[in-house]
Protein backbone atom coordinates (compact mmCIF):
# COMPACT_ATOMS: atom_id res chain seq x y z
CA UNK A 1 0.00 0.00 0.00
CA UNK A 2 1.51 3.45 -1.42
CA UNK A 3 0.96 6.01 1.01
CA UNK A 4 0.92 9.65 -1.18
CA UNK A 5 1.25 12.88 0.77
CA UNK A 6 1.33 16.32 -1.62
CA UNK A 7 2.45 19.99 -0.80
CA UNK A 8 4.07 22.83 -2.06
CA UNK A 9 -0.21 24.60 -3.45
CA UNK A 10 -0.66 28.00 -2.38
CA UNK A 11 -2.18 31.27 -3.89
CA UNK A 12 -0.09 32.63 -6.90
CA UNK A 13 -0.75 35.87 -9.21
CA UNK A 14 -0.80 34.91 -13.04
CA UNK A 15 2.63 34.45 -14.47
CA UNK A 16 4.16 32.88 -10.87
CA UNK A 17 5.68 29.95 -10.21
CA UNK A 18 4.70 27.11 -7.90
CA UNK A 19 6.64 23.50 -6.81
CA UNK A 20 4.43 20.31 -5.65
CA UNK A 21 6.06 18.01 -3.93
CA UNK A 22 4.66 14.24 -3.35
CA UNK A 23 6.54 11.83 -0.81
CA UNK A 24 5.65 8.37 -0.72
CA UNK A 25 5.86 6.32 2.15
CA UNK A 26 6.63 3.18 0.04
CA UNK A 27 10.25 2.21 -0.18
CA UNK A 28 9.55 0.36 -3.66
CA UNK A 29 8.56 4.49 -4.97
CA UNK A 30 11.27 3.83 -7.70
CA UNK A 31 9.15 0.82 -8.72
CA UNK A 32 6.44 2.49 -9.51
CA UNK A 33 5.14 5.31 -12.59
CA UNK A 34 4.13 8.51 -10.98
CA UNK A 35 1.48 10.96 -12.38
CA UNK A 36 -0.04 14.35 -11.89
CA UNK A 37 -3.77 15.31 -12.24
CA UNK A 38 -5.70 18.23 -11.33
CA UNK A 39 -9.50 18.76 -10.44
CA UNK A 40 -11.07 22.02 -11.03
CA UNK A 41 -14.84 22.69 -9.18
CA UNK A 42 -17.33 21.14 -11.55
CA UNK A 43 -15.07 19.31 -13.61
CA UNK A 44 -13.86 15.93 -14.46
CA UNK A 45 -10.27 15.09 -13.20
CA UNK A 46 -7.65 15.58 -15.63
CA UNK A 47 -4.10 14.68 -16.51
CA UNK A 48 -1.36 16.51 -16.31
CA UNK A 49 1.88 14.82 -16.93
CA UNK A 50 3.24 11.58 -15.79
CA UNK A 51 6.62 9.79 -15.65
CA UNK A 52 8.32 6.19 -15.90
CA UNK A 53 9.50 4.45 -12.42
CA UNK A 54 13.34 5.97 -13.51
CA UNK A 55 11.98 9.51 -14.35
CA UNK A 56 13.41 9.19 -18.01
CA UNK A 57 10.23 9.70 -20.03
CA UNK A 58 7.59 11.81 -19.12
CA UNK A 59 4.53 13.10 -20.60
CA UNK A 60 2.58 16.08 -20.74
CA UNK A 61 -1.17 17.51 -21.27
CA UNK A 62 -1.07 19.89 -23.95
CA UNK A 63 -2.45 22.81 -21.63
CA UNK A 64 0.71 22.93 -19.46
CA UNK A 65 3.32 21.59 -22.06
CA UNK A 66 6.24 23.95 -21.73
CA UNK A 67 4.76 25.35 -18.86
CA UNK A 68 5.64 22.52 -16.51
CA UNK A 69 8.00 20.08 -15.50
CA UNK A 70 7.52 16.63 -13.75
CA UNK A 71 10.77 15.24 -12.23
CA UNK A 72 11.48 12.41 -9.51
CA UNK A 73 14.25 11.61 -6.73
CA UNK A 74 13.51 8.39 -6.07
CA UNK A 75 15.82 8.42 -2.83
CA UNK A 76 13.88 10.62 -1.26
CA UNK A 77 10.65 8.63 -2.37
CA UNK A 78 9.47 11.73 -3.97
CA UNK A 79 8.16 13.25 -6.94
CA UNK A 80 7.71 17.09 -7.86
CA UNK A 81 5.69 19.08 -10.73
CA UNK A 82 7.14 22.80 -11.02
CA UNK A 83 4.78 24.99 -12.87
CA UNK A 84 5.87 27.98 -14.38
CA UNK A 85 4.01 30.93 -16.27
CA UNK A 86 1.05 30.00 -14.21
CA UNK A 87 -2.54 30.82 -15.57
CA UNK A 88 -6.09 31.34 -14.15
CA UNK A 89 -7.05 28.63 -15.93
CA UNK A 90 -4.49 26.39 -13.91
CA UNK A 91 -6.31 26.85 -10.98
CA UNK A 92 -7.37 23.39 -9.08
CA UNK A 93 -6.79 20.79 -6.52
CA UNK A 94 -3.64 18.76 -7.75
CA UNK A 95 -3.12 15.44 -7.08
CA UNK A 96 -0.41 13.26 -7.14
CA UNK A 97 -0.98 9.22 -8.41
CA UNK A 98 1.02 5.82 -8.88
CA UNK A 99 0.93 2.70 -10.79
CA UNK A 100 2.95 0.18 -12.30
CA UNK A 101 3.14 1.78 -15.83
CA UNK A 102 2.37 5.34 -16.53
CA UNK A 103 -1.06 6.35 -18.00
CA UNK A 104 -3.29 9.62 -18.54
CA UNK A 105 -6.44 7.90 -17.46
CA UNK A 106 -7.01 8.88 -13.74
CA UNK A 107 -9.08 5.28 -13.21
CA UNK A 108 -5.69 3.82 -14.05
CA UNK A 109 -3.73 4.81 -11.13
CA UNK A 110 -3.85 2.34 -7.73
CA UNK A 111 -2.92 5.09 -5.31
CA UNK A 112 -3.70 8.83 -4.94
CA UNK A 113 -2.65 11.58 -2.78
CA UNK A 114 -5.36 13.63 -0.41
CA UNK A 115 -4.97 16.99 -3.32
CA UNK A 116 -3.31 20.26 -2.92
CA UNK A 117 -4.79 23.04 -3.93
CA UNK A 118 -3.61 25.50 -6.37
CA UNK A 119 -5.32 28.97 -7.05
CA UNK A 120 -3.85 31.58 -9.43
CA UNK A 121 -5.19 34.82 -9.61
CA UNK A 122 -5.80 37.19 -12.71
Known amino acids: QVQLVESGGGLVQAGGSLRLSCAASERTFSTYAMGWFRQAPGKEREFVAH????????DYADSVKGRFTISRENTKNTVYLQMNSLKPEDTAVYYC???????????????WGQGTQVTVSS
Open 51 to 58: TTWSGGNT
Open 97 to 111: AARYAPSVVPGHYNY
